[in-house]
C-alpha cells in the first residue's frame, strides 16, 4: 500500500510573490520550477530534505474557469482556505524571531501547546500555516 | 463603440460583445478589489486572534482593514459573518475552554487573563455560549494527549481519594 506523502499543494495567487515567501521568507528551497507551457511547476521543499515537495499552485483557466478562480481567490483571501501547511523546527523562538524579522504575518506568538511549542503564520494571500517545535518524544514517555 | 456600418444587427452584436468584454473586465477588476478587501480583513481578524485579551480596539482594526471606524464592523461582518465583537468573544471563550481544560488554573484568573474584566460577564458569556458554567465545562471536558503517565496516575479507580479525574479537580477548587 501507500508509503509516504510525496506532493501536496498550496493554492498561491501569485507563484513570483509566493516564491519571495515560501522561499525568501519562510527559507524553503525551490525543487522544481518548470514551464509547462500550460502552467508552471513550482514546488518547494525543507532544504535538505527530499522526497516531500510543496507545489505552489495558482487557480485558473485551463484548469478551471475563471468565475471559478476567483471565487477561490476571494475565499483564500478570506482565510477560508484553513490549515494549508504544518511545519517542524527545532527551536521556535528563534524561527518565530526570523520571521517577526523578515516581516512575516504572524497569527499566534510561540504558545506551548500539549504537542510543543507552536506558532502561526499567514502567507500573503491568506492561507495558514503553522510551525511546531514538537515536544521531545522522551518527555512524552516520561 | 463604433456603429460605422449602420447596420443595427452589427451594431448590436458589436455592442454585446464591447458590452461582454467590458463586463468580463469590471468583474475581474471587482474581484480583485474584493481580494484586496478581504486580506486586509482577515489581517484585522489575525491582529484580534493574535491579541485576543487586549480590549476590542475598532479604531486600531479598522487601521489595519484600511477603512473608515464606522465602515469596518460592517465589512467585518460581511466578510465573515459576524460583527468583530462577536468574533472575539468566542475566541476568548474558546481560550477559556482551552485553559479550563488543559490547565488548573482558577476560573478567575482564566478570566481575567483571556481578557474579560468581570467575572460575572465572563460567567454570563461562558453559559450562554458552552451552555455549562466554567466550572461545570472543566469537570466534564476530557484533557486532550495528556501524557500517559498523567492518565494512569489520576484516572485509576482508587479507595484512596476521589474515584475520578473530573471529581478529584471539583473537590480541590472548592
Redesign the interface.
Given at each position: 500500500m501507500l508509503n509516504s506523502i510525496s506532493i501536496s499543494h498550496v493554492f498561491v495567487l501569485d507563484q513570483d510573490q509566493a516564491l519571495d515567501f515560501y522561499v525568501g521568507k519562510l527559507g524553503l528551497e525551490v525543487s522544481n520550477d518548470l514551464d509547462l507551457g500550460f502552467m508552471r511547476w513550482l514546488t518547494v521543499r525543507v532544504p535538505g530534505q527530499p522526497g516531500r515537495d510543496v507545489l505552489l499552485e495558482k487557480p485558473g483557466p485551463p484548469a478551471m474557469d475563471e468565475a471559478s478562480a476567483d471565487q477561490l481567490r476571494e475565499l483564500i483571501t478570506k482565510g477560508a482556505s484553513g490549515f494549508t501547511l504544518g511545519l517542524t523546527t527545532n527551536d521556535c523562538q528563534k524561527t518565530y524571531e526570523t520571521l517577526v524579522s523578515r516581516g512575516v504575518e504572524i497569527t499566534q506568538e510561540p504558545t506551548e501547546q500539549s504537542y510543543g511549542t507552536d506558532i502561526g503564520v499567514r502567507d500573503p494571500f491568506g492561507n495558514h500555516i503553522r510551525i511546531v517545535q514538537p515536544v521531545q518524544v522522551a518527555t512524552q514517555r516520561s | 463603440m463604433c456603429g460605422v456600418t449602420g447596420d443595427r444587427y452589427e451594431r448590436t452584436e458589436a455592442d454585446c460583445a464591447t458590452a461582454g468584454l467590458l463586463a468580463?473586465g469590471l468583474?475581474?477588476t471587482m474581484?480583485r478589489a474584493?481580494?484586496?478587501f478581504?486580506?486586509r480583513?482577515?489581517?484585522a481578524?489575525?491582529a484580534m486572534?493574535?491579541a485576543y485579551a487586549q480590549p476590542l480596539d475598532i479604531a486600531r482594526l479598522a487601521g489595519i482593514a484600511c477603512v473608515s471606524e464606522a465602515h469596518f464592523i460592517r465589512a467585518f461582518r460581511a466578510?465573515?459573518g459576524e460583527t468583530p465583537h462577536r468574533y472575539l468573544q468566542r475566541r476568548r471563550v474558546e481560550r477559556a475552554m482551552f485553559l479550563l481544560r488543559?490547565t488548573s488554573r482558577a476560573v478567575t484568573e482564566i478570566c481575567f487573563e483571556i481578557g474579560f474584566t468581570s467575572l460575572g460577564t465572563f460567567s454570563r458569556t461562558f453559559h450562554d455560549i458552552v451552555g455549562k458554567s466554567p466550572t461545570e465545562y472543566r469537570r466534564l471536558a476530557k484533557v486532550?494527549?495528556?501524557?500517559?503517565?498523567f492518565t494512569m496516575a489520576w484516572t485509576r479507580p482508587s479507595s484512596l481519594g476521589p474515584s475520578s479525574f473530573g471529581e478529584a479537580d471539583t473537590a480541590r477548587r472548592q
Open positions: - | 468580463c468583474i475581474t474581484s474584493i481580494e484586496e478581504n486580506r480583513q482577515l489581517r481578524r489575525d486572534d493574535r466578510t465573515f488543559e486532550k494527549a495528556v501524557p500517559t503517565c
